[in-house]
């Protein structure tokens, strides 16, 4: 079941040493306050509150924290309210993008995301317009120095039904009604996830080889990654590796 990911590097979401620690504690405080607001403030019985948790604390946010912004979720405390609103456009070259994005304003935030697509060569579209390009799965995440095998076994007993080499790391997808079980699958057989998600995979690529392209398609998401209200970006282009590496270098 291992091979070349279809998608790995379809998903743009840029690394936490890009962009400024407090601009991402909020992404992660209004991450938990919508989770727990939407499914309770038991991380144990809410998988996405668990989901952003545990995003909170690989990125060393303090549990006191955490704490509050998961009571502002359940109204123990006062707070702004946000809400999930996903947004959808093409990038240059008719690459489909999705953006996730927890906003108290949906009208500013759409007003401002459609300057950033216009800016960059893209276009912000209507709602469906790109999202019958993706579907949501599982994604676990696992260190890539961990045996195939014995990952692959534990998978693909509890439902998973890819195995993926991605470089650094080991991706198993499942269906996301399968995401906890896969994951418990895991840890039960001495296997620590890196991470544990829910991810919008497209179902079709569009390739770019030329480095301009490139280059045009990765600073319009990266433009919009850097957007406070943005939570994730997804976009379903495929580039060479060595393409991305000119892009990062």
């Not at 946000?82 to 949906?106: K, S």
């Given at each position: 079941?291992?091979?070349?990911?279809?998608?790995?590097?379809?998903?743009?979401?840029?690394?936490?040493?890009?962009?400024?620690?407090?601009?991402?504690?909020?992404?992660?405080?209004?991450?938990?306050?919508?989770?727990?607001?939407?499914?309770?403030?038991?991380?144990?019985?809410?998988?996405?509150?668990?989901?952003?948790?545990?995003?909170?604390?690989?990125?060393?946010?303090?549990?006191?924290?955490?704490?509050?912004?998961?009571?502002?979720?359940?109204?123990?405390?006062?707070?702004?309210?946000?809400?999930?609103?996903?947004?959808?456009?093409?990038?240059p070259g008719?690459?489909?993008?999705?953006?996730?994005?927890?906003?108290?304003?949906?009208?500013?935030?759409?007003?401002?995301?459609?300057?950033?697509?216009?800016?960059?060569?893209?276009?912000?579209?209507?709602?469906?317009?790109?999202?019958?390009?993706?579907?949501?799965?599982?994604?676990?995440?696992?260190?890539?120095?961990?045996?195939?095998?014995?990952?692959?076994?534990?998978?693909?007993?509890?439902?998973?039904?890819?195995?993926?080499?991605?470089?650094?790391?080991?991706?198993?997808?499942?269906?996301?009604?399968?995401?906890?079980?896969?994951?418990?699958?895991?840890?039960?057989?001495?296997?620590?996830?890196?991470?544990?998600?829910?991810?919008?995979?497209?179902?079709t690529t569009?390739?770019?080889?030329?480095?301009?392209?490139?280059?045009?398609?990765?600073?319009?998401?990266?433009?919009?990654?850097?957007?406070?209200?943005?939570?994730?970006?997804?976009?379903?282009?495929?580039?060479?590796?060595?393409?991305?590496?000119?892009?990062?270098?």
């Amino acid at each position: 079941m291992s091979g070349h990911s279809k998608w790995a590097t379809t998903k743009y979401r840029k690394g936490a040493q890009d962009a400024a620690r407090s601009k991402r504690f909020v992404k992660h405080i209004r991450s938990l306050e919508v989770a727990a607001r939407e499914g309770g403030g038991d991380v144990n019985n809410n998988a996405a509150l668990r989901t952003a948790f545990e995003r909170a604390r690989a990125d060393s946010m303090p549990m006191d924290t955490i704490d509050r912004a998961i009571k502002r979720g359940t109204g123990e405390l006062e707070g702004v309210r946000y809400e999930a609103v996903n947004y959808e456009g093409y990038a240059p070259g008719g690459v489909a993008v999705i953006v996730e994005t927890l906003t108290d304003n949906r009208n500013r935030t759409a007003a401002e995301l459609r300057n950033m697509f216009t800016r960059n060569g893209g276009s912000l579209a209507e709602p469906g317009a790109v999202s019958w390009q993706f579907e949501r799965k599982g994604v676990v995440e696992l260190d890539r120095s961990l045996d195939e095998d014995a990952i692959t076994e534990a998978a693909v007993d509890a439902g998973a039904e890819d195995v993926v080499d991605v470089g650094e790391r080991w991706q198993v997808v499942s269906a996301a009604t399968d995401l906890a079980g896969v994951r418990a699958a895991l840890e039960a057989s001495g296997v620590a996830p890196i991470s544990a998600e829910l991810a919008l995979v497209p179902t079709t690529t569009v390739e770019i080889t030329d480095a301009q392209d490139a280059q045009r398609v990765l600073r319009l998401l990266e433009a919009i990654e850097d957007h406070d209200d943005v939570l994730t970006v997804h976009a379903n282009y495929d580039m060479p590796e060595a393409v991305l590496a000119g892009y990062a270098g």
